[in-house]
């Protein structure tokens, strides 16, 4: 990457902290370095305010917010100095989100304070050696008497796929600053800009040829959804973001006709499709993210339901659940729908449902819109029918009611389109959206179910 700094900010301070604006491929960016082993990057009272200074920098000048880390938390001997430096850091970096994106890099351990940065930052990525975690290895084993090591407590690997706090795992340093071009070359610099225009030589209104030929006969039968967004994005490009957490429901950058998409999908190959706790919260997530700097959301449903359990109920199904309804609900970008095949229920709903705020709601002649399957519907009304008559209720059921063309005369769905068209179809909604201007009820913040 040809990275050529341009202006160095409180460079004769002390500490582990380096701030400087810097090109990045075609972008500018204030970058941040926490990165010097002597100190283990510990953060000095002096380190907080260099953050504060790259934070207020960004804002000031609109810039994108860069930071490689790795640190081993607030400077000990420093005392409450080194927290309060940290604190005063934490809260000029939130004041940057949602404003100018926020990315970042975990290059070396992260630990302590300084790994809340990964949960503050819009994206993020880890190298295979650095690890992050809020308590260490010694803490862990001090309360629950088991050992662990800091790569099973919190490495690269478990960040990436079992909490989802890395959005992506770079290879090493290079392919790490790869990605970040690639992002920033997404990305709007600030909230105020739209993104990036795609050079591209692909037609906006080609077709996808046989797309529905993806869909096996069963209808219970798995297919990768991403063979349909790979068709229907510029050149087959999609940018996944957490592609291996929560892999029921796909986040992902591309482009329709040279403009910046974020696409969200249902993947029925994995538990059918289905929401469960993490999928509403990686879905809610991005689409906050593209809600924040103007970038149209795409969604594609084929989804049986939220996914059932105890163990999920417990857990705050609801409340998780209700996330992914305050982000649509809330989202004044252009929205576009396309229900694929299954949209049931509570799940109808919270994917971006017309009733929720959707601006263009389509649908496959294969998309079933309804309460529920054919299977359980019946299974409610008739319960003490036979089993022979109960079949023979599911195919009247199905035919009378899980068709979109039943959706479509009630107003919840636009358009039933040929699959062929899907690409045309979304690059002309999203042209007509692009001078959508909506406003939000004046409130200091909405009491979302965090």
């Given at each position: 990457?040809?990275?050529?700094?341009?202006?160095?900010?409180?460079?004769?301070?002390?500490?582990?902290?380096?701030?400087?604006?810097?090109?990045?491929?075609?972008?500018?960016?204030?970058?941040?370095?926490?990165?010097?082993?002597?100190?283990?990057?510990?953060?000095?009272?002096?380190?907080?305010?260099?953050?504060?200074?790259?934070?207020?920098?960004?804002?000031?000048?609109?810039?994108?917010?860069?930071?490689?880390?790795?640190?081993?938390?607030?400077?000990?001997?420093?005392?409450?100095?080194?927290?309060?430096?940290?604190?005063?850091?934490?809260?000029?970096?939130?004041?940057?989100?949602?404003?100018?994106?926020?990315?970042?890099?975990?290059?070396?351990?992260?630990?302590?304070?300084?790994?809340?940065?990964?949960?503050?930052?819009?994206?993020?990525?880890?190298?295979?050696?650095?690890?992050?975690?809020?308590?260490?290895?010694?803490?862990?084993?001090?309360?629950?008497?088991?050992?662990?090591?800091?790569?099973?407590?919190?490495?690269?690997?478990?960040?990436?796929?079992?909490?989802?706090?890395?959005?992506?795992?770079?290879?090493?340093?290079?392919?790490?600053?790869?990605?970040?071009?690639?992002?920033?070359?997404?990305?709007?610099?600030?909230?105020?800009?739209?993104?990036?225009?795609?050079?591209?030589?692909?037609?906006?209104?080609?077709?996808?040829?046989?797309?529905?030929?993806?869909?096996?006969?069963?209808?219970?039968?798995?297919?990768?959804?991403?063979?349909?967004?790979?068709?229907?994005?510029?050149?087959?490009?999609?940018?996944?973001?957490?592609?291996?957490?929560?892999?029921?429901?796909?986040?992902?950058?591309?482009?329709?006709?040279?403009?910046?998409?974020?696409?969200?999908?249902?993947?029925?190959?994995?538990?059918?499709?289905?929401?469960?706790?993490?999928?509403?919260?990686?879905?809610?997530?991005?689409?906050?993210?593209?809600?924040?700097?103007?970038?149209?959301?795409?969604?594609?449903?084929?989804?049986?339901?939220?996914?059932?359990?105890?163990?999920?109920?417990?857990?705050?199904?609801?409340?998780?659940?209700?996330?992914l309804v305050f982000a649509y609900?809330?989202?004044?970008?252009?929205?576009?729908?396309?229900?694929?095949?299954?949209?049931?229920?509570?799940?109808?709903?919270?994917?971006?449902?017309?009733?929720?705020?959707?601006?263009?709601?389509?649908?496959?002649?294969?998309?079933?819109?309804?309460?529920?399957?054919?299977?359980?519907?019946?299974?409610?009304?008739?319960?003490?029918?036979?089993?022979?008559?109960?079949?023979?209720?599911?195919?009247?059921?199905?035919?009378?009611?899980?068709?979109?063309?039943?959706?479509?005369?009630?107003?919840?769905?636009?358009?039933v389109i040929d699959p062929a068209?899907?690409?045309?179809?979304?690059?002309r909604a999203i042209e007509a959206?692009?001078?959508?201007?909506?406003?939000?009820?004046?409130?200091?913040?909405?009491?979302?179910?965090?």
């Amino acid at each position: 990457m040809n990275q050529t700094p341009h202006l160095n900010l409180r460079a004769k301070a002390p500490g582990s902290v380096k701030v400087c604006v810097e090109d990045i491929g075609r972008h500018k960016a204030v970058v941040f370095r926490i990165e010097d082993p002597a100190s283990m990057g510990a953060l000095l009272p002096e380190d907080g305010e260099k953050l504060v200074s790259a934070a207020q920098t960004a804002l000031d000048k609109g810039l994108p917010l860069v930071g490689y880390i790795a640190s081993s938390g607030a400077h000990v001997p420093s005392g409450i100095g080194a927290a309060y430096g940290w604190g005063t850091a934490a809260k000029a970096l939130v004041d940057c989100s949602g404003v100018v994106p926020l990315i970042f890099c975990g290059v070396g351990p992260v630990v302590s304070g300084p790994a809340l940065l990964f949960g503050i930052a819009d994206l993020t990525i880890m190298l295979p050696q650095s690890y992050a975690f809020v308590s260490g290895p010694s803490m862990v084993e001090l309360f629950t008497g088991v050992p662990i090591d800091a790569d099973t407590l919190g490495g690269s690997d478990v960040h990436r796929s079992e909490s989802g706090a890395a959005g992506f795992l770079a290879a090493d340093l290079a392919h790490a600053e790869k990605l970040i071009t690639e992002l920033l070359d997404l990305l709007p610099s600030n909230n105020q800009e739209l993104p990036p225009q795609i050079h591209t030589s692909d037609e906006a209104d080609r077709l996808i040829g046989d797309a529905a030929s993806v869909l096996p006969s069963s209808a219970s039968g798995g297919y990768d959804m991403k063979t349909i967004l790979k068709a229907v994005a510029d050149d087959g490009y999609l940018l996944e973001v957490r592609q291996w957490w929560a892999a029921n429901i796909i986040t992902a950058f591309g482009s329709i006709g040279g403009r910046v998409v974020g696409f969200v999908a249902n993947q029925p190959q994995v538990l059918a499709g289905t929401l469960n706790i993490a999928a509403s919260q990686k879905a809610a997530r991005f689409v906050r993210l593209c809600d924040s700097f103007n970038i149209p959301i795409v969604t594609f449903v084929d989804t049986p339901g939220f996914q059932p359990g105890k163990d999920l109920e417990w857990r705050g199904m609801i409340r998780h659940g209700a996330q992914l309804v305050f982000a649509y609900a809330e989202a004044t970008v252009p929205r576009v729908n396309v229900t694929v095949r299954k949209s049931y229920g509570g799940a109808y709903i919270v994917m971006d449902s017309k009733r929720m705020g959707n601006d263009v709601a389509l649908a496959w002649p294969t998309a079933e819109i309804a309460v529920m399957g054919a299977k359980g519907a019946v299974g409610i009304l008739h319960r003490s029918e036979p089993e022979d008559k109960r079949l023979a209720l599911e195919e009247s059921y199905a035919e009378k009611y899980l068709t979109p063309y039943i959706a479509a005369e009630r107003g919840s769905i636009d358009r039933v389109i040929d699959p062929a068209d899907t690409r045309k179809e979304i690059a002309r909604a999203i042209e007509a959206l692009m001078t959508k201007r909506e406003t939000l009820p004046l409130r200091s913040h909405d009491n979302s179910p965090l």
